[in-house]
T-cell receptor, first 115, second 112 residues
Framework: GAGVSQTPSNKVTEKGKYVELRCDPI?????LYWYRQSLGQGPEFLIY????????DSGLPNDRFFAVRPEGSVSTLKIQRTERGDSAVYLC?????????????FGPGTRLLVL | QKEVEQDPGPLSVPEGAIVSLNCTYS??????FMWYRQYSRKGPELLMY????GNKEDGRFTAQVDKSSKYISLFIRDSQPSDSATYLC????????????FGTGTSLTVIP
């Protein structure tokens, strides 16, 4: 079956612009996660959804970052007034449920470059 | 201090060698320990999953967890050029949230 898909695969934008990154989880997975991976670093948690609601957004760095999952499937990560420091790979993962330690399956990521 | 520490390498070994990758952690609440493999410009792919202490073997891969030392390891036997990738340890536990905490990753190159 299909894995987690993310679009676009690459995004180049200018400082100050708005961007949207999309994640399509594995069908039937109720939990969805966003992580950010900077060069030479491991993924760092941003936000987690259980169904349509954000269950934990403690990893969002500031209020320029926002994410939605209106129908409990596809999610969009939105970044306003982008800064050069936002350049990173944004990874999405999904899991069947929200049990502690449940396996998370990752998408290929969106590479964001802010010029 | 980061919750999970991992030597970033890079590590370069000849084909057929045994590779040892390690992570240490500070949070005693971690109970679930994972190893992910990440090829260049790809997303992390789950390789091994271990709950609590002990060993788990899957083909050429063995994962070890020592909770008393807060130390986990991944061994790769008979390493192949196709094993060349970055290996990320990840962990989580009750009370730590549903997120995974990752190490920085170790870059491995297996030379034919």
């Amino acid at each position: 079956g299909a894995g987690v898909s993310q679009t676009p695969s690459n995004k180049v934008t200018e400082k100050g612009k708005y961007v949207e990154l999309r994640c399509d989880p594995i069908s039937g997975h109720t939990a969805l996660y966003w992580y950010r991976q900077s060069l030479g670093q491991g993924p760092e948690f941003l936000i987690y959804f259980q169904g349509t609601g954000a269950a934990d957004d403690s990893g969002l760095p500031n209020d320029r970052f926002f994410a939605v999952r209106p129908e409990g499937s596809v999610s969009t990560l939105k970044i306003q007034r982008t800064e050069r420091g936002d350049s990173a790979v944004y990874l999405c993962a999904s899991s069947l449920g929200a049990i502690w330690g449940e396996t998370q399956y990752f998408g290929p990521g969106t590479r964001l470059l802010v010029l | 201090q980061k919750e999970v520490e991992q030597d970033p390498g890079p590590l370069s070994v000849p084909e057929g060698a045994i590779v040892s990758l390690n992570c240490t952690y500070s949070n005693s609440a971690f109970q679930y320990f994972m190893w992910y493999r990440q090829y260049s410009r790809k997303g992390p792919e789950l390789l091994m999953y271990t709950y609590s202490s002990g060993n788990k073997e899957d083909g050429r891969f063995t994962a070890q967890v020592d909770k008393s030392s807060k130390y986990i390891s991944l061994f790769i036997r008979d390493s192949q050029p196709s094993d060349s990738a970055t290996y990320l340890c990840a962990m989580s536990g009750r009370g730590t949230g549903n997120q995974f905490y990752f190490g920085t990753g170790t870059s491995l190159t297996v030379i034919p």
